[in-house]
């Protein structure tokens, strides 16, 4: 397996039957955790512009060539996104001393809204979608966690300062 394989399908996630897309969201859950306890937000978020970065490339090259340029294998894109996500709750974890598990209504609500997001394509995920080429497969993801983040923020000021729970 290549180096952009071994990338582009996150360590192989990327071929597990069904939903691979599912299963790379899945995969990003317990790295993203392992991220934020060994340094918290900053790594999280470096990581997170680090493996964008790495998933163009490698989509670009497991792309090069062939007709298919959003093989469902590929699975960085779902990781980038999720960890988008995830900053919601890595953040205010970090920055207030609050260990992320407490977090945990957080990284459902990421987890769900980043699928939903991923698979219904509203609006500029949607767009992004369109691109073709590596950019648009990382785009629409990016963009999906973006949405999702802003989700499990509203969703979390609903519900603490509304509801008060």
Same mark, same amino acid.
């Given at each position: 397996?290549?180096? %952009?394989?071994? $990338? ?10 069904? %939903?691979? !897309? ?9 790295? %993203? ?6 340094? !918290?937000?900053? *790594?999280? %978020? ?5 493996? +964008? ?6 989509t670009a090259e &497991? ?7 959003d093989p469902s ?12 996500? $995830? #900053? ?5 974890? #970090?920055?207030?001393? =609050? +260990? =992320? ?5 957080g990284w459902v ?28 497969? &990382? *785009?629409?993801? $990016? $963009? ?5 983040? =802003? ?7 609903? +519900?603490? !300062?509304? *509801?008060? *729970?």
């Amino acid at each position: 397996m290549s180096i %952009a394989s071994l $990338i582009g399908t996150f360590f192989g996630t990327g071929h597990l039957r069904p %939903a691979p !897309g599912t299963w790379g969201s899945l995969a990003a859950l317990p790295a %993203a955790y392992l991220l934020h306890q060994l340094g !918290g937000f900053p *790594l999280l %978020a470096l990581a997170t512009l680090v493996v +964008s970065a790495l998933g163009y490339w490698a989509t670009a090259e &497991m792309t090069r060539g062939k007709d298919n340029h959003d093989p469902s294998e590929i699975v960085i894109d779902e990781v980038a996104g999720q960890w988008l996500a $995830i #900053w919601a709750i890595s953040y205010p974890a #970090w920055s207030h001393d =609050i +260990s =992320i598990t407490a977090l945990w209504p957080g990284w459902v609500t990421a987890f769900v809204l980043f699928r939903l997001f991923d698979i219904w394509k509203p609006g500029p995920v949607g767009w992004a979608d369109r691109k073709h080429g590596p950019m648009g497969v &990382m *785009l629409d993801d $990016i $963009i999906a966690g973006i949405m999702a983040a =802003i989700g499990v923020a509203a969703l979390a000021g609903f +519900s603490h !300062g509304v *509801l008060g *729970l």
